[in-house]
């Protein structure tokens, strides 16, 4: 039996386990001395996070496997401690204080199929336009969308010297639109970049935050990057062909 160490409670559901159960519910989450890394992605394979967290630490690394992350925050939602001890041993995570206790219980690592993605060609992964997006204005994306509710792509340019996010689709016609700016730019590029908007609906995100977006314009993909002092959120996201 072994301890993990939570030093930000709230911070490790809402900035960590909340952006990965979004995507799936399944998880694969390594624990090691210097933090927690994750790998999760949607069904369709066009929304892929890589999450990292120092708000959870443990002496010896270790591999929690969990079937119902949800519910697994919901255990952690109810501890009224915001520093607190895991016991782990092999199939299970107890914890215990005088007014609560639970015991959950985990996922056989040998039954858990690993995500075939390099975690390292993430890091590295190469880009050749970058630009950036407060929370506050990318949440006009999603509530704007709900005015053209027919359509479900978001197309990103860049037009004189603003960011522009288009809702529409061009595979159809007689499509209602609505463009948004995003905000100032000097990024000279005459292509359009096509996103599914639930993509965009599955980021984790505060108003405060400010967003990074790379993008490779030769495979077609971006990489938004959120992240605090503690916790960092890498997603990939497909863009789709038109």
Same mark, same amino acid.
């Given at each position: 039996m072994q301890n993990i160490l939570i030093t930000n409670r709230q911070n490790l559901i809402t900035r960590f386990f909340k952006p990965i159960s979004v995507l799936s519910d399944i998880a694969s989450i390594k624990v090691t001395p210097n933090g927690a890394t994750c790998l999760a992605r949607t069904n369709d394979q066009q929304l892929i996070l890589y999450a990292q967290s120092k708000d959870i630490t443990t002496d010896i690394d270790c591999q929690l496997d969990f079937t119902d992350c949800k519910n697994f925050e919901k255990l952690l939602d109810a501890i009224p401690d915001e520093? &607190? %001890?895991?016991?782990?041993?092999?199939?299970?995570?107890v914890y215990k204080s005088k007014t609560f206790k639970f015991k959950y219980h985990l996922?056989?690592?040998?039954?858990?199929q690993q995500f075939a993605l390099n975690v390292?060609?993430?890091?590295?992964?190469?880009?050749?336009?970058?630009?950036?997006v407060s929370g506050d204005q990318f949440d006009l994306i999603l509530k704007k969308s709900s005015i053209v509710n027919t359509v479900n792509k978001v197309y990103f340019s860049f037009d004189g010297d603003q960011i522009?996010?288009? &809702? %529409?689709?061009k595979a159809q016609d007689n499509v209602n639109s609505l463009t948004i700016s995003l905000g100032e730019t000097d990024i000279n590029c005459d292509k359009s970049f096509p996103v599914s908007l639930e993509s965009l609906r599955n980021l984790s995100y505060s108003k405060k935050d400010i967003l990074g977006f790379k993008l490779n314009t030769q495979q077609g993909v971006f990489s938004v990057e959120i992240s605090d002092?503690?916790?960092?959120?890498?997603?990939?996201?497909?863009?789709?062909?038109?």
């Open positions: 520093t &607190i %001890t895991l016991n782990y041993d092999v199939n299970n995570l996922l056989d690592t040998s039954l858990v390292d060609k993430i890091e590295k992964f190469e880009t050749d336009i970058f630009f950036t522009l996010a288009e &809702i %529409t689709d002092e503690f916790n960092k959120l890498k997603y990939l996201i497909t863009t789709l062909v038109k």
